[in-house]
T-cell receptor, first 115, second 115 residues
Framework: DQQVKQNSPSLSVQEGRISILNCDYT??????FLWYKKYPAEGPTFLIS?????DKNEDGRFTVFLNKSAKHLSLHIVPSQPGDSAVYFC??????????????FGQGTILTVHP | DAGVTQSPTHLIKTRGQQVTLRCSPK?????VSWYQQALGQGPQFIFQ???????QRGNFPDRFSGHQFPNYSSELNVNALLLGDSALYLC??????????????FGPGTRLTVT
């Protein structure tokens, strides 16, 4: 039962253009969402997060959008740079009383930014 | 400021054997979570340790056990290894409260191969 899904295994964009990575979830108890980036031979690195009380969060070139009714979130990278080439994971968690930070991850999307 | 460290980097074991993986959390962090990442998949939550006790557990059999020491470092033990246990094992550290529970810092992982 895949509660967090990233349906695009890969995405290729030109340097300077926008990258849009998508993520869908099924568990209604999820109310905190994160994006992690992973380079080869390194662990995932936290990128940006959003709480379900918001529909948008921005940090520099990175913006995450949340559509709760559609159970969908997306990560926008503008402008994309070759150094952004990595695997991007969407993750989700509930924040209820017994939630201690268990993250449920999607399968990941490989982003390649061409110079 | 040392980040999350894991040892060993790579490990090859035979089916039926037992293995111990080690993790030192980021300085200042007292909560350690373990994840299993199979090839082509996202990380899957195994369990989390806080104050030397298992605080939360994912859908993994009892063959997977852990320990946290007074200095917050942690071990993951897997008994009676199966071929399907071959994966990258990631350790993540965090603080126990607030949004810091979710914005976890990951180590580079231990690649376990079971033959």
């Amino acid at each position: 039962d895949q509660q967090v899904k990233q349906n695009s295994p890969s995405l290729s964009v030109q340097e300077g253009r926008i990258s849009i990575l998508n993520c869908d979830y099924t568990n209604s108890m999820f109310d905190y969402f994160l994006w992690y980036k992973k380079y080869p031979a390194e662990g995932p690195t936290f990128l940006i997060s959003i709480s379900s009380i918001k529909d948008k969060n921005e940090d520099g070139r990175f913006t995450v959008f949340l559509n709760k009714s559609a159970k969908h979130l997306s990560l926008h990278i503008v402008p994309s740079q070759p150094g952004d080439s990595a695997v991007y994971f969407c993750a989700a968690s509930g924040t209820g009383g017994t939630s201690y930070g268990k993250l449920t991850f999607g399968q990941g999307t490989i982003l390649t930014v061409h110079p | 400021d040392a980040g999350v460290t894991q040892s060993p980097t790579h490990l090859i074991k035979t089916r039926g054997q037992q293995v111990t993986l080690r993790c030192s959390p980021k300085s200042g962090h007292d909560t350690v979570s373990w994840y299993q990442q199979a090839l082509g998949q996202g990380p899957q939550f195994i369990f989390q340790y806080y104050e030397e006790e298992e605080r939360q557990r994912g859908n993994f059999p009892d063959r997977f056990s852990g320990h946290q020491f007074p200095n917050y470092s942690s071990e993951l033990n897997v008994n009676a290894l199966l071929l399907g246990d071959s994966a990258l094992y990631l350790c993540a550290s965090s603080l126990p409260t607030g949004n810091s529970r979710y914005e976890q810092y990951f180590g580079p992982g231990t690649r376990l191969t079971v033959t």
